[in-house]
Every structure is written in structure tokens, then in C-alpha cells.
């Protein structure tokens, strides 16, 4: 539960970084903005591969919980939220905003519907599709927080529009996943209570 915790704390630090290398990067220069993205890109990718040692570990030592099992999935949220609205924020072009917030539109309906549900005493589990779309999304925002701290660094062209491409196409597939998802849980609930 501490990797959860700590995912959850590194959402809004990140986006601290990358509001403040945007905010410095005409005051203090382009090699601070450039730290500073870099290390909201490290820690980003950092909290991104503990989502995946954190269930591993926990299934590993047989330490599952409902409260770890909410809790990473709330770290999933935090960490995917802080980024994009930084990203919205800052830089993002006018597709990677209207696929963040299509996406961000659609985390929100299905929680407060397993909300719902699970106040009613149904509930259901996180499908293949929704984490897919979480493995695309967080590998999107990471390349594009990368890219960030490649163009304020001034990296090769080949690189930074690599970055773009990549988190770009990450995100696309995301939203696809997003929305397949998103059909299939509410077919699923529909075809459970007409049933």
C-alpha cells in the first residue's frame, strides 16, 4: 500500500514541475524548465511502473485488500489527472486536449457509476479493456511530459517528435480502449438487469 500512497503523492508533484517549468521557462530559462520537466517526466514514468510492481507484490505476498485494490485504483486517477490537466495546462495541442478530456469525461461516469452500484450492493471489476486503457494512457502522458522536457532541453528534432508521435498514439489508443470499455461495462450492467 505504500507504492499506492506514494503514486498518490506524486500526481500533483508532477504537476507542480511542469506548471513551473512552463511559468520559469521565459524568467529563469530553458536548462531550469528543462530540469524541471525532466524530473516530473522521471518521477511520472517512476510512479507509472509502480502501478504495475504494486498489484504484482501485493498478489506475491498475499497482502490484497478492498482498501489496496481502491486505493490503486484511485492512485491510477490521481496520477492520470494531474498530469493531463498540467499538460491541458501548459502546452497540449488542441487533439491531445479533446482525448485527455474524452477520457477524463469517461473515468469520471464510470466511477460514479461503481459508485452507485456499489452502494447498492453490486459491483464490478476493472476489465481487460479499462486496463488497457490505463496501460495506454499513462505510457501517452509519460512520453508527452517527455517530450516536454526534450524541447525545453532542446533535444534532437528526431527525438522530440518521436516522443510526440509515441504519446500521441498512446493516447488515441486509449480513448478507443476508453470508450470500448466504457460500452461494454454499460452493455453488461444492462444485459444483468434486464435479465
Known amino acids: 500500500m505504500g507504492l499506492t500512497l506514494l503514486r498518490i503523492g506524486l500526481g500533483p508533484v508532477c504537476a507542480v514541475l511542469l506548471l513551473a517549468a512552463d511559468g520559469l521557462v521565459f524568467r529563469a530559462g530553458r536548462d531550469v524548465a528543462a530540469a524541471l520537466s525532466a524530473t516530473a517526466a522521471g518521477l ?3 510512479a507509472a511502473l509502480t502501478d504495475a510492481a504494486d498489484g504484482w ?3 506475491r505476498w498475499g497482502v490484497t485488500s478492498l482498501l489496496g485494490a ?3 485504483h484511485a492512485a491510477d486517477k490521481v496520477l492520470s489527472l494531474c498530469a493531463a490537466l498540467a499538460l491541458i495546462a501548459t502546452w497540449a495541442p ?16 464510470i466511477g460514479g457509476l461503481r ?6 450492493g453490486q459491483a464490478f471489476g476493472v476489465g481487460a479493456l479499462g486496463k488497457a486503457k490505463t496501460v495506454c494512457l499513462l505510457g501517452g502522458l ?3 511530459i517527455s517530450f516536454q522536457a526534450a524541447a525545453y532541453g532542446a533535444a534532437a528534432l528526431l527525438v522530440q517528435q518521436g516522443l510526440l508521435v509515441l504519446g500521441r498514439g498512446l493516447l ?6 476508453a470508450l470500448a470499455s466504457a460500452w461494454g461495462y454499460v452493455a453488461a ?4 438487469n434486464n435479465a
Open 189 to 192: 450492467l444492462n444485459r444483468k
Open 115 to 120: 459508485e452507485g452500484l456499489a452502494g447498492g
Open 44 to 46: 511520472f514514468i517512476f
Open 94 to 109: 488542441l487533439d491531445v486536449v479533446l482525448i485527455l478530456l474524452a477520457i477524463l469525461a469517461r473515468d469520471a461516469a
Open 70 to 72: 481502491g486505493l490503486d
Open 172 to 177: 488515441y489508443l486509449a480513448l478507443a480502449a
Open 57 to 59: 507484490l501485493a498478489r
Open 142 to 144: 509519460a512520453a508527452l
